[in-house]
């Protein structure tokens, strides 16, 4: 089993930045892909960013030049540094890590096996 909890979110205005950071726990050895999802109320479970153990990494369209996702390997961290935020980014930011690689599409949820509860990303106009 593996444990995520997410840190870093908050309310920034149009045009500012976060870090956010996922620290994996437990059985971080069978990890094969993580990656970042948001979701707004009413609307599904989007990527954001996902990333390989092998540092493959593929970002969604809305997102590309603006964030990057990035590894601390040795301490199991994840990082998600978002810049140039827009109203649209706001929304609840997951972090996910699954034993999977080459048998799914890294870009959809379905993949994950393991999900942190969430940190909240407000951007005000």
């Known amino acids: 089993q593996v444990q995520l909890i997410e840190s870093g979110g908050g309310s920034v205005q149009t045009g500012g930045s976060l870090r956010l950071s996922c620290l994996a726990s437990g059985d971080t050895h069978s990890v094969n892909l993580m990656g970042w999802f948001r979701r707004t109320p009413g609307k599904e479970r989007e990527p954001v960013a996902v990333?390989?153990?092998?540092?493959?990494?593929t970002y969604a369209e809305s997102v590309k030049g603006r964030f990057t996702i990035s590894r601390e390997k040795s301490k199991n961290i994840l990082y998600l540094q978002l810049s140039d935020l827009k109203p649209e980014d706001a929304a609840m930011y997951y972090c996910?890590?699954?034993?999977?690689?080459?048998?799914?599409?890294?870009?959809?949820?379905?993949?994950?096996?393991?999900w942190g509860p969430g940190t909240q990303v407000t951007v005000s106009s």
């Open positions: 990333t390989s153990v092998w540092d493959d990494i």
């Open positions: 996910a890590a699954s034993r999977s690689y080459g048998t799914c599409m890294p870009m959809r949820d379905y993949c994950y096996n393991y």
